[in-house]
């Protein structure tokens, strides 16, 4: 088993460093150009490609999402699903649950109450009003939710309201070691 640790959206760094040293088996796909619309797309199709070229066939993976990439994180599983790679588990870090329909950043903002999330720097334009893919028979793996920053909190209070396995890394408690005890939760 490996565990993929996507970035946020738009070029950002993962942000747990330690996580390297603490989860099974790491990779960390860089995922440089989805900062031209379709945003979405373009982060699935590169996050799809760079676990192909890190992974290779077969090997089954639990998908880490951080940011903005966690409503695409259905997407990315399905596209590996397409490619015969098993997905164990899914787990968001600080992120926006993905919902059904075709909802917008700005929806998923407002229907989680995200609203005092800022906008990043150097945000296009049309980045929050972009429908974003969803699946519909996501998740087909279990899930969880790592919590790091309180202004997730709300998005971490429906993850376990949905069943999911919630960690909170606040208070001194190591973010990455949270991280590995998730994944080991969610592939037992």
């Known amino acids: 088993m490996i565990t993929v640790l996507l970035p946020p959206t738009l070029g950002a760094a993962f942000s747990l460093p330690d ?3 603490l989860v099974p088996s790491p990779v960390f796909p860089e995922i440089p150009d989805d900062d031209t619309a379709p ?8 996050a799809s490609l760079e676990i192909g070229r890190l992974v290779g066939d077969r090997t089954p993976v639990v ?3 951080e940011g903005d990439g966690g409503p695409l994180l259905g997407a990315v ?3 590996q699903r397409s490619a015969h790679r098993p997905v164990l588990g899914y787990v968001l870090v ?22 005092e999330v800022p906008a990043r720097e150097g945000e296009p334009a049309a980045y929050r009003t ?7 028979d996501w998740p087909d793996a279990p899930c969880g939710y790592l919590l790091t920053d309180p202004a997730y909190a709300h998005p971490a209070h429906l993850a376990g309201m949905r069943g999911w396995t919630v960690r909170e890394a606040t208070g001194g408690r190591s973010a990455a070691g949270e991280l590995a005890a998730l994944v080991g939760d969610l592939v037992r």
């Open 77 to 79: 599983g399905a596209a």
């Open 63 to 65: 998908l880490v999402a």
């Open 39 to 46: 945003h979405a797309a373009r982060y699935v199709a590169r």
């Open 19 to 21: 996580a390297a040293d």
């Open 94 to 115: 600080n992120a926006p649950l993905p919902q059904p329909g075709s909802p917008t950043r700005a929806d998923l903002a407002r229907n989680q109450l995200l609203t």
């Open 130 to 136: 972009e429908r974003l893919p969803t699946v519909p």
